[in-house]
């Protein structure tokens, strides 16, 4: 079993930064492909960012330039860091453990953290 959990969401003016942790556990983490989603209220999870054990990323159009997706193996640590955040980022986000199929689709993801709330005020 894989658990994963966030931090590091918080309340932020229109213009600034976060971090955003998510620690896993599982004894083959260099090998898990990890991806960022994001919800917010009334709207379906959508898809933010993705690292491949190659450290291969993608971004969602809407956060390219903007947002950046690390891991730390030793640490069993994926991160994104958030820059120039807008209103339109405001949202509850998710780190999930990819399992099969296409990258951006939250379906293609086995496992997922509680969540962690980000809100952008203008």
């Known amino acids: 079993q894989v658990q994963l959990v966030e931090s590091g969401g918080g309340l932020v003016q229109a213009g600034g930064s976060l971090r955003l942790s998510c620690v896993v556990s599982?004894?083959?983490?260099?090998?898990?492909?990890m991806g960022w989603f994001r919800q917010a209220p009334g709207k379906e999870r959508e898809f933010v960012a993705f690292?491949?054990?190659?450290?291969?990323?993608l971004y969602a159009d809407s956060v390219k330039g903007r947002f950046t997706i690390t891991r730390d193996n030793a640490k069993s640590t994926v991160y994104l860091e958030m820059n120039r955040l807008e209103p339109q980022d405001t949202a509850v986000y998710y780190c999930?453990?990819?399992?099969?199929?296409?990258?951006?689709?939250?379906?293609?993801?086995?496992?997922w953290g509680q969540g962690t709330q980000v809100t952008v005020s203008s």
């Open positions: 690292i491949s054990s190659g450290l291969m990323t």
């Open positions: 999930g453990k990819h399992g099969l199929g296409e990258y951006r689709l939250a379906h293609s993801y086995a496992y």
């Open positions: 599982g004894r083959a983490f260099s090998s898990y492909l």
